[in-house]
C-alpha cells in the first residue's frame, strides 16, 4: 500500500464499488443553494477517486475538495498528478487529534470515505472526528471494509512471516468476524451525534481463474508487503495464494466472474457496510 502506482492499478476488492457508492450517495447529499459545497475525502490514496469521481458530482462553484490520506507517498502522488484548482491534498490521521487539520480546513458540507475506515484502530474517535469535521447541515457516506478472508490468509500466514507484520492487528478490521457490524456502526454514529443514518451490509464473491492476475491484484493492497524483503516478497505471494485456494464459497452463493471447469478457482470473499448519515 506504498506505492501509489500500483495501488491506483490495482482492481482487488473495488473493482466497481467506488464508482458504484458514488453515483448512489451523492444525491443523497443536502446540496448548498449557492453551490459553494466543501468536500473532504478521507483516504484519498493517490488521488484517482478523488479527482476522477468525485470532482464531477461537484457544482462548477464548489468552494473547495480535499483529499486526505495517513500515508506521506499517497498525499504526495497525489498532490503531483492532481493539480487542479480548488482541489488539494494533506496528510492527516483521522483516527487521531485532527484539531489542527479542523482549524486551518473545516467545517466542510459533505465528507466521503471509501474502503478507508477499516485501517483506523480507533473507530469510535474516527467518527466522532468526520462528526466534529462537518458544518451545519453537513453529511458524509462512509465504506467500511468489513470480514475479508484475506484478513484471515494473513494470520496463517503470520507464524513463518511475523517479522515483517509486526502491526498486522492495525491491518485487520476492528469488524471482522463481528456478528453484527451495521450495529456496531450505527451505535457509533449515535453517539457521535448524527441526527439522521442508515447503514446496511453489502456482500460479494469473486472467482480469479490465474495465479499471476491473483497476484497482481492483492500484492499493492497487502499492507505490509514492502516490509517483506524484494527476494523474498514471491515467496510470500505463493504462501498468499495457497492459503487463499483453502477458501471456497457458501452453497448457493452468486460468484462473481466464476466459470466452471476452470483449472484455477481463486475464491475471496468480503463484507462491507455502507452509512450515509446527516448532522
Not at 450517495?25 to 484517482?48: E, H, M, Q, Y
Not at 507517498?73 to 492532481?82: E, G, S
Amino acid at each position: 500500500m506504498d506505492n501509489p502506482d500500483a495501488y491506483k492499478n490495482t482492481k482487488a476488492l473495488r473493482d466497481d464499488n467506488h464508482a458504484q457508492l458514488i453515483e448512489e450517495f451523492t444525491p443523497k447529499f443536502n446540496w448548498r443553494s449557492d453551490g459553494r459545497d466543501s468536500v473532504l475525502d478521507i483516504g484519498c490514496a493517490g488521488g484517482n477517486v478523488t479527482s476522477g469521481l468525485i470532482l464531477p458530482k461537484l457544482p462548477s462553484t464548489f468552494s473547495k475538495l480535499i483529499g486526505v490520506d495517513i500515508n506521506d507517498n499517497m498525499v504526495d502522488y497525489a498532490t503531483k498528478n492532481n493539480q487542479i484548482p480548488k482541489v488539494s491534498f494533506k496528510k492527516l490521521d483521522i483516527g487521531a487529534d485532527i484539531s489542527e487539520f479542523m482549524h486551518e480546513y473545516g467545517p466542510f458540507d459533505h465528507i466521503i470515505s471509501l474502503f478507508c475506515f477499516h485501517l483506523v484502530p480507533d473507530q469510535k474517535l474516527a467518527i466522532q472526528n468526520v462528526y466534529n469535521l462537518l458544518g451545519t447541515n453537513g453529511d458524509c457516506f462512509l465504506h467500511f471494509l468489513c470480514d475479508f478472508d484475506g484478513f484471515d490468509v494473513h494470520k496463517k500466514a503470520y507464524p513463518k512471516w511475523s517479522q515483517y507484520m509486526v502491526d498486522i492487528d492495525d491491518f485487520i478490521s476492528p469488524y471482522h468476524r463481528r456478528i453484527d457490524p451495521v450495529n456496531m456502526i450505527r451505535k457509533h454514529l449515535k453517539n457521535a451525534g448524527f441526527s439522521r443514518y442508515t447503514v446496511e451490509e453489502r456482500r460479494k464473491w469473486i472467482a480469479y481463474h490465474d495465479v499471476q492476475s491473483f497476484k497482481g491484484a492483492f500484492a499493492p493492497v497487502i499492507p505490509f508487503f514492502s516490509q517483506i524483503p524484494v527476494e523474498r516478497q514471491e515467496e510470500y505471494l505463493d504462501d498468499y495464494v495457497k492459503f487463499s485456494l483453502d477458501v471456497k464459497p457458501d452453497p448457493g452463493v452468486k460468484v462473481h466472474n466464476f466459470k466452471a471447469g476452470q483449472d484455477v478457482n481463486i475464491f475471496v470473499a468480503y463484507r462491507t457496510v455502507v452509512a450515509f448519515a446527516e448532522k
